[in-house]
């Protein structure tokens, strides 16, 4: 969602990350405060300095004097130093520990979406904005934000004490203050429509990266390596133009606060001088609004940058809270029912399903699709791409829920289970092998993480991925690299069969399971994975009708409706779809 009009306002979404961390503000506050109390304290021992310690006197009593004042400003610098210290170490620790908890909260809520959000948002755009654009927010809560609560309460403090000191010259720079701030105000809003406009160039920049990388294979074996740069030149290019508007408006905003408030500020200085020379003030007093002069200046410049950061932070955090608070259309109930304890096989049964993609409204997915599946019973989904074997896979793993119609899994419909207790009772090999960027061990050990060496051995060698894996250099310790670089398809596919069979589930879906297997390992895993189905439930979708003759049941898809089921004898004799595939294929 784009908002043109974010402001500092925005900032509040990180309010719920501050909370737990009161103590820790509170002790910044403190010392923010007490940094500037002593900031502001200075230019009162200055005064003394000039007025006091300056004065004719003895020659003994005046040097007694100086060092008195001068020991008593040292002592302000210490102080200073000290409250400075503190403050930056606990604001820049509040920083880091709310951004990573603003990482953490909004990968942990983007890992709980459903496979719609994905249809409509970009890898590479989540990716930029747990990076760049939380580390907008390091920045501003680790520093620009105590730079600006500090220069505020400076800027005020020496504000009053100009006006307690000098009433009428006062009144009149602050009513040129005021004339400065409104168009000011006005200008800002410019820069935070740009400030918004930048992040998102650059996350689309970030997307088209993420989506190329992860498909180089293809991008080189087609040689676009000119056109994906250009692709994304043109895109960062477009980043940079947004980026150097932003700049260039607030460069011209932050040159206005300080030419306009220097004016002003230096029309206060000329009068406080017009003043001494007439022996209104006294020198000291004359030195005093000096520093408090140039404080007042300071804090303001400080404020017009600050302002700036708060609010590019702002479009950060906005951006940042449209993923924490972007609603998953698949979650579990609010009081789920227990499952019942698993058992070798599960049941399952579609009662007139009827679902269309969201991407795809006006085309059926599965029409009026019903389907029985008794316990330990392995049956076979074939037919045509598109046909809706997928589909059925993703409806009973709650990544979509139908239209109408009703999925029952051990006779509970499938929305009264969690997520977590669902899809704990189902064990999925995907068509593509997933792979992560870490140990073989730990990459069969990911279908039950408590599970020992031994039983991750075991599921193995049913997988008929011993022997290779024991043949690397480090065994099963080897890292594997990203995606499973090191390894061949049929290895990785057969990393995944393990990774499901350590599981054991009560459902197992094999979605062309062995589709990237020779013929050789091909038949010592099916022969593997038939040894593995004993007694427990199966789906198994296929395009190579080879690999399904001995299901139990073949159920015939087209067009999202199921046309014919029966085992492989009784669907070859009755000269239908499955007849005419298989007459393809075997002849082939």
Do not use: C
Request: glycine share 8%; proline share 5%; no cysteine.
């Amino acid at each position: 969602m784009k908002n043109a009009k974010t402001s500092p306002r925005s900032l509040a979404g990180l309010a719920p990350f501050l909370r737990p961390y009161r103590l820790q503000i509170a002790l910044a506050g403190l010392f923010l405060v007490m940094a500037a109390v002593t900031t502001l304290v200075f230019p009162v021992a200055l005064r003394q300095l000039i007025d006091a310690g300056l004065a004719p006197k003895a020659p003994g009593d005046q040097v007694m004097a100086l060092r008195s004042h001068f020991v008593a400003l040292f002592g302000v610098a210490i102080a200073l130093g000290l409250f400075s210290a503190a403050r930056f170490y606990t604001v820049s620790w509040l920083g880091e520990r709310i951004t990573a908890d603003v990482r953490t909260a909004v990968y942990a809520r983007v890992l709980r979406q459903s496979p719609q959000f994905f249809e409509t948002t970009q890898t590479g755009e989540v990716l930029s904005r747990l990076t760049g654009d939380t580390t907008l927010v390091q920045t501003v809560v680790g520093s620009s934000l105590s730079m600006g609560l500090r220069n505020a309460v400076m800027g005020v403090g020496a504000l009053a004490m100009l006006v307690w000191t000098n009433p009428w010259l006062m009144a009149q720079v602050l009513l040129v203050l005021v004339l400065v701030v409104l168009p000011a105000m006005a200008f800002g809003r410019r820069v935070r429509r740009l400030s918004r406009a930048s992040q998102d160039r650059v996350a689309d920049a970030s997307a088209i990266a993420a989506e190329v990388l992860n498909a180089i294979p293809v991008v080189q074996s087609y040689t676009a390596e000119p056109r994906e740069a250009q692709r994304f030149a043109t895109s960062t290019e477009a980043a940079f133009d947004t980026a150097v508007r932003r700049t260039g408006a607030r460069a011209v905003l932050v040159a206005f606060i300080i030419i306009a408030t220097s004016a002003a500020l230096l029309w206060g200085l000329y009068a406080g001088t017009q003043a001494v020379l007439r022996g209104e003030i006294s020198p000291g007093h004359m030195g005093q609004t000096v520093v408090y002069v140039v404080i007042l200046a300071s804090a303001l410049a400080v404020l017009g940058e600050v302002y700036g950061d708060l609010l590019r932070a702002a479009g950060a955090t906005e951006r940042l809270m449209e993923l924490l608070h972007a609603p998953s259309t698949i979650a579990s109930p609010d009081t789920p029912v227990e499952p019942p304890p698993a058992a070798a096989g599960a049941t399952v049964a579609f009662d007139r399903v009827e679902f269309h993609y969201p991407s795809r409204p006006g085309t059926p997915a599965l029409r009026d699709f019903s389907l029985a599946v008794a316990p330990g019973e392995t049956v076979a989904l074939v037919g045509e791409s598109g046909a809706g074997k997928s589909t059925v896979f993703q409806l009973l793993l709650r990544f979509y829920d139908p239209q109408s119609g009703l999925l029952r899994l051990d006779g509970q419909a499938l929305g009264q289970f969690s997520l977590e207790a669902l899809r704990a009772r189902i064990g999925l090999v995907p068509q593509e092998a997933v792979i992560f960027s870490t140990s073989a061990l730990e990459n069969i050990r990911y279908g039950r993480p408590d599970a020992t060496e031994d039983e991750v051995r075991q599921a193995a060698r049913l997988a008929h991925a011993d022997g290779f894996l024991s043949a690397l250099p480090e065994g099963y310790q080897t890292f594997l690299g990203e995606r499973g670089v090191r390894l061949s398809g049929g290895q990785k596919q057969r990393i995944s069969i393990a990774r499901a069979i350590l599981k054991a589930p009560p459902l197992l879906l094999l979605d062309e399971a062995t589709s990237a297997l020779d013929a050789e390992s091909e038949r010592v895993v099916q022969a593997a994975l038939e040894s593995a189905m004993q007694g427990r439930t199966t789906l198994v979708i296929a395009h190579r009708l080879a690999t399904v003759q001995k299901a139990d049941r073949i159920v015939v898809l087209d067009h999202g409706a199921i046309v014919e089921q029966g085992s492989h004898a009784e669907l070859l004799a009755r000269g239908g779809m499955y007849a005419r595939l298989a007459a393809l294929q075997f002849t082939a």
